[in-house]
């Protein structure tokens, strides 16, 4: 190995130090730490983020690349070399205040926000707001003065992502979900879910999250479970992933799909060649990527009646009073149900991408301008109306029930929707080779963990997101596969 590299791979182990310190304490604070101690860990915490940002930004690492990139001698050394001098570009292309600012104007805006979703009053966040986008409009321009500011930061959370791809793919949804919500509406079919909302015992609900982390193969000398306020997955490395889940007292179906998600997350970021441990390319890609994962995981695997099938007899096993009088196809109908309603992340399979496209377009509508943050509440309401058909009572269930803007993530939504698509695409293509019904009615995951692993996981970030959509998915992205698979599985559900 030449010099240059071997310097690189120690740059790479230094900056995984780091960034492992931050997670443990992130994650720590998302599941143990008491209540008041969050002075102290953000002392801590930017005193490690600046050593890692001194230690990635300076002449000695800009040096260190270009060497580095002319010496690389296999594919995975010029992937390392691509993927560290992407994130010093993204870095050094910011001025060093505005980064600085930004950091800070989130830290106030994120309770701010918080204050304003439990009081309902958007008056008093829309400030932050209005700095968050003027500060994401300033950037873009820092980054790609040439290119619409919303497009720059599209591409940030899912690289080769355009606008006009972005349109296309949410008209497509469009036009496929809103009829078929429609005719739904209008048959009326009723779907019984008075079950849903009772006692169901915590120690069964535990022993039922144990249950689906062992079919999905999560090694528990590798990921583990804990609980947090929102689920959420957190890999340190392919050898330590956690994930977390909330236990609700009288909704069983929450737990069993957020263990069934992050699951999902955790396979893939678990699941990167050993030969990328410790360095930049490790773990899982884009957000598109991860969540086509999760999804996968959650819905194309979890809500499938194959699957619901092998796992009614634990079901009815862990919980036999509460669904004493339930059948199968009840339960099946129930956990698939479309109905449309205020909240995006208690949204089903049906309705969920229309709760992203509202986000996408109003998004899109303030980074270009041609929205205030004044004129969003009413913007939203009317959105909602448009695309969903319910009335939005208040902000605290409407523009204001996601932490996402506030964190100054603009661009990030449709990551969400473009993961389900990819993922009904790759279970398409999976089916030409798998028998993927009858291997989920024998609770046998292997075959399409081993066939994910080989299109996706074990690349970590070695590939271009784009390629490595393209391996997932077994060809050219086509948004017709996700409208497809909704279409059938409304269509049987409801008896269209
Ligand atoms: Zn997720």
Redesign the pocket.
């Known amino acids: 190995m030449k010099d240059s590299i071997a310097a690189l791979r120690g740059l790479e182990k230094q900056l995984y130090a780091y960034q492992y310190a931050l997670s443990v304490m992130e994650f720590d604070e998302a599941t143990a730490a008491p209540a008041d101690s969050a002075d102290g860990r953000a002392a801590a915490a930017e005193v490690l983020s600046r050593a890692r940002f001194d230690l990635l930004i300076n002449d000695d690492t800009a040096a260190l690349l270009a060497l580095a990139a002319e010496e690389a001698e296999d594919g995975q050394q010029a992937a390392e070399v691509r993927e560290l001098q992407r994130q010093y570009d993204e870095i050094c292309n910011i001025p060093a205040e505005e980064y600085a600012a930004f950091a800070s104007l989130t830290q106030q805006a994120i309770p701010a926000w918080a204050k304003a979703k439990r009081s309902n009053d958007f008056a008093a966040f829309a400030p932050y707001l209005e700095k968050i986008v003027a500060a994401r409009r300033r950037q873009a321009a820092c980054i790609d003065p040439n290119r619409n500011p919303y497009e720059v930061w599209l591409d940030r959370y899912e690289r080769g992502l355009t606008i006009a791809r972005c349109d296309e793919f949410f008209a497509t949804l469009r036009k496929t979900i809103v009829p078929l919500l429609a005719e739904i509406q209008k048959r009326g079919c009723p779907v019984r879910t008075d079950f849903l909302e009772q006692d169901w015992p915590m120690d069964a609900q535990r022993a039922l999250s144990a249950n689906i982390m062992e079919l999905w193969g999560l090694d528990a000398a590798h990921v583990v479970l804990s609980e947090s306020e929102h689920p959420f ?1 957190s890999g340190f490395w392919r050898g330590d992933v956690r994930i977390t889940t909330h236990y609700m007292p009288r909704d069983m179906v929450s737990n069993l799909y957020s263990v069934a ?2 699951g999902g ?1 955790a396979l893939y970021d678990a699941g990167s060649d050993p030969a990328l441990d410790f360095t930049v390319l490790s773990g899982g890609s884009t957000m598109g990527l ?2 086509s994962q ?1 999804r996968l995981f959650e819905n194309y695997v979890g809500r499938s009646a194959a699957f619901l099938r092998y796992l009614w007899p634990t079901l009815t096993d862990l919980f036999p009073a509460q669904l004493a009088g339930v059948t199968f196809e009840e339960f099946y109908r129930a956990v698939n149900r479309a109905e449309p309603g205020l909240i995006r992340t208690e949204a089903d399979e049906l309705t969920y991408a229309l709760h992203v496209m509202v986000r996408y377009e109003l998004e899109k509508a303030l980074i270009q301008g041609t929205l205030t943050v004044a004129e969003l509440p009413a913007a939203w309401n009317a959105k909602y109306k448009e695309y969903l058909g319910v009335e939005v009572p208040d902000d605290t269930h409407g523009v204001l029930q996601d932490i996402h803007w506030a964190c100054g993530d603009m661009g990030y939504f449709p990551s969400y929707a473009l993961g389900s698509a990819y993922a009904a695409q790759a279970m398409d293509d999976l089916r030409t080779t798998l028998d993927v019904d009858a291997q989920l009615a024998a609770g046998d995951l292997r075959p399409l963990k081993n066939a994910l692993s080989d299109r996706l996981w074990k690349y970590g970030q070695s590939r271009e997101p784009q390629w490595l959509v393209q391996s997932l998915c077994g060809g050219a992205f086509d948004a017709a596969h996700y409208t497809g698979y909704l279409t059938r599985k409304y269509t049987e559900l409801y008896e269209l």
């Open positions: 997955t998600h992050e997350h991860h969540e999760s």
